[in-house]
């Protein structure tokens, strides 16, 4: 079987994690691995602070924790994303609002946000889907127009920029997953990262019970989101390479693209001109034209050894969510069109040409004669 991931994890990213057991940084309470690779990790993103928590999830929840919103506000999001973007919001008592994708890079469609906001809105958190930025320039005009927070939802778009810029330095807060198929791995983990000094004290407060002085008063509820140093001493490890992790990730990318280009009924993924596009996963539609449809396609690679993972549940669409008080079903219909169209192929950086071509060559054997 050909994994849809695989994580680079290598001897070095071993000795870092031995180096700091031994020393005892098996907590996220002690020695020096968890302080540096936040500030390791937030100077790569161009933020002025870093906070690691526990997962990338944890990171969302406890970043709009920090804002302080009231119950019942509503906070714009991506409508196809990862559930985790919208329990962040659910998780602290607001109400999540889909914003549904366009077209062209699958991320939320700048053209209808304004139209979503009302007197509840407090927030946008924008999802830099599969690896392709948001376009932070147009969105942040909007979100000042309108007084809105902002969170970037990083999780699958570590080193993406826009117009040069890194993805995670534009927002309030920005979130990043450190999970076994991103970028960079710490095995769970995840950080917040902003510009803001007073922020990150309340997410620091925030991330460790919310201890305060006397240790054991507490005057807010807090949270047990930290990360341990050893997985910070993996994380620093990783970083380390994350630009030779993303020159292969942009290589499989490439040749996807090159044995894909004439391929009828699968569109490829894109890279506007102003974008980096990361390539977390190499993600298509499979569109009318190939002759058999997404799930089809799917099992049947799945049969010849090939695995690969369908796009995610729109936000519109969650019971769960359409059963919260308060909920707006606004209607998405290009996620729900990619929901029912997309997946995503292996996208391993350690993917061999021989391995790419394997998996291309069983995706057009499966596609039907024309008679």
Not at 94 to 115: F, G, K, R, Y
Not at 228 to 243: F, H, N, S, Y
Not at 252 to 262: K, Q, R, S
Request: hydrophobic letters at 45%; proline letters at 6%; one cysteine or more.
């Amino acid at each position: 079987m050909i994994p849809v991931y695989e994580p680079v994890v290598d001897e070095e990213d071993v000795e870092a994690v031995a180096a700091a057991v031994r020393a005892g940084e098996i907590s996220g309470s002690f020695g020096e691995n968890l302080p540096a690779f936040e500030r390791e990790f937030a100077d790569y993103v161009g933020a002025a602070h870093g906070v690691a928590v526990s997962s990338g999830t944890t990171a969302l929840e406890l970043a709009v924790s920090a804002l302080g919103l009231e119950p019942g506000s509503e906070i714009l999001v991506s409508a196809c994303t990862n559930i985790a973007t919208a329990l962040c919001v659910y998780r602290n008592g607001c109400v999540p609002v889909p914003v549904d994708s366009e077209a062209v890079t699958w991320n939320l469609d700048l053209d209808l946000l304004e139209s979503l906001v009302t007197e509840r809105t407090r927030a946008v958190i924008p999802v830099h889907l599969f690896g392709h930025p948001v376009d932070m320039d147009r969105l942040l005009e909007i979100a000042d127009r309108h007084g809105l927070a902002v969170i970037e939802d990083c999780a699958e778009a570590h080193g993406a920029a826009v117009r040069g810029r890194r993805v995670g330095s534009f927002g309030h807060l920005a979130c990043f997953s450190f999970y076994a198929n991103k970028v960079i791995t710490t095995g769970e983990g995840g950080m917040v990262v902003t510009q803001d000094p007073a922020l990150a004290e309340r997410l620091r407060l925030l991330r460790n019970l919310a201890f305060q002085t006397p240790r054991f008063y507490h005057e807010q509820p807090g949270y047990n989101f930290r990360l341990t140093g050893m997985q910070a001493a993996l994380g620093r490890a990783q970083l380390r390479k994350i630009d030779r992790i993303l020159e292969r990730k942009r290589l499989v990318a490439e040749t996807y693209d090159e044995l894909l280009e004439d391929v009828e009924g699968i569109r490829r993924p894109v890279e506007l001109p102003w974008a980096r596009n990361v390539y977390w996963m190499y993600a298509i539609e499979v569109e009318d034209g190939f002759g058999l449809s997404r799930d089809e396609l799917a099992r049947q690679l799945a049969e010849r050894g090939v695995e690969s993972r369908t796009f995610f549940c729109p936000m519109n669409l969650q019971p769960f969510l359409r059963s919260q008080p308060g909920f707006r079903d606004v209607p998405c219909p290009v996620a729900e069109g990619l929901w029912a169209r997309g997946c995503y192929l292996p996208s391993s950086p350690t993917l061999t040409r021989a391995e790419i071509e394997s998996v291309v060559a069983t995706i057009c054997a499966l596609r039907p004669v024309a008679v």
